[in-house]
């Protein structure tokens, strides 16, 4: 077990559990993904396509007296979640299952991130506003331009108050006697904030 003690999130990659077959939102996104998210101690949090877990345990380190679901339908997903879970000291409630169906029994949420939406993001969108509370808040994050057009689209037409931004991160790696920079794929992050009273 190594509880996470400092109060900042960005809880370095190397300290999760891995598996290369299961996607993990890397540091840097992550901590601008969990800003975006703005968080308080007692929300209500989905992480949807929660892979090996990395955001859902940091939304629970932060919503400490609240409960955080982490949706995922890989098998090796889960695995990972459950460990990482014990190893961080954190209490996730694990989905096991494809979204929108593994959404419809859950309590209402304050907070909603999306990580992946497995190719059925109109109905994962159409579920996630059913469910997100008054004042609640999106967070979706997409490495396609598909994705990021279509859930554009389709919150802009809910009257969401939405925000896109595009990050670019290249993180220095040592190549023989000199270091370069490593470029990483562009994540589209967009938020977006429910009008509905």
């Given at each position: 077990?190594?509880?996470?003690?400092?109060?900042?999130?960005?809880i370095p990659d190397e300290e999760?559990?891995?598996?290369?077959?299961?996607?993990?939102?890397?540091?840097?996104?992550?901590?601008?993904?969990?800003?975006?998210?703005?968080?308080?101690?007692?929300?209500?949090?989905?992480?949807?396509?929660?892979?090996?877990?990395?955001?859902?345990?940091?939304?629970?380190?932060?919503?400490?007296?609240?409960?955080?679901?982490?949706?995922?339908?890989?098998?090796?997903?889960?695995?990972?979640?459950?460990?990482?879970?014990?190893?961080?000291?954190?209490?996730?409630?694990?989905?096991?299952?494809?979204?929108?169906?593994?959404?419809?029994?859950?309590?209402?949420?304050?907070?909603?991130?999306?990580?992946?939406?497995?190719?059925?993001?109109?109905?994962?969108?159409?579920?996630?506003?059913?469910?997100?509370?008054?004042?609640?808040?999106?967070?979706?994050?997409?490495?396609?331009?598909?994705?990021?057009?279509?859930?554009?689209?389709?919150?802009?037409?809910?009257?969401?108050?939405?925000?896109?931004?595009?990050?670019?991160?290249?993180?220095?790696?040592?190549?023989?006697k000199v270091e370069l920079w490593?470029?990483?794929?562009?994540?589209?992050?967009?938020?977006?904030?429910?009008?509905?009273?």
């Amino acid at each position: 077990m190594s509880k996470w003690i400092y109060k900042t999130f960005g809880i370095p990659d190397e300290e999760f559990i891995r598996d290369q077959g299961v996607p993990m939102t890397k540091n840097e996104i992550r901590v601008l993904s969990l800003s975006k998210l703005r968080l308080f101690s007692e929300a209500t949090v989905y992480d949807v396509g929660a892979g090996s877990g990395s955001v859902a345990i940091e939304c629970k380190l932060l919503a400490n007296s609240g409960r955080v679901y982490a949706i995922e339908k890989n098998p090796q997903g889960i695995d990972l979640i459950r460990k990482n879970s014990e190893k961080f000291v954190v209490e996730i409630d694990i989905i096991e299952g494809t979204a929108p169906q593994a959404i419809m029994d859950l309590p209402e949420a304050d907070r909603i991130f999306i990580g992946g939406s497995g190719g059925n993001l109109q109905d994962v969108l159409e579920i996630c506003h059913k469910k997100l509370k008054p004042g609640g808040r999106l967070v979706i994050n997409s490495v396609t331009l598909g994705t990021a057009a279509e859930a554009f689209k389709i919150l802009n037409a809910k009257n969401y108050t939405l925000e896109a931004v595009q990050v670019n991160i290249a993180v220095a790696s040592q190549r023989g006697k000199v270091e370069l920079w490593q470029a990483r794929n562009p994540v589209t992050i967009i938020t977006a904030d429910t009008n509905r009273q």
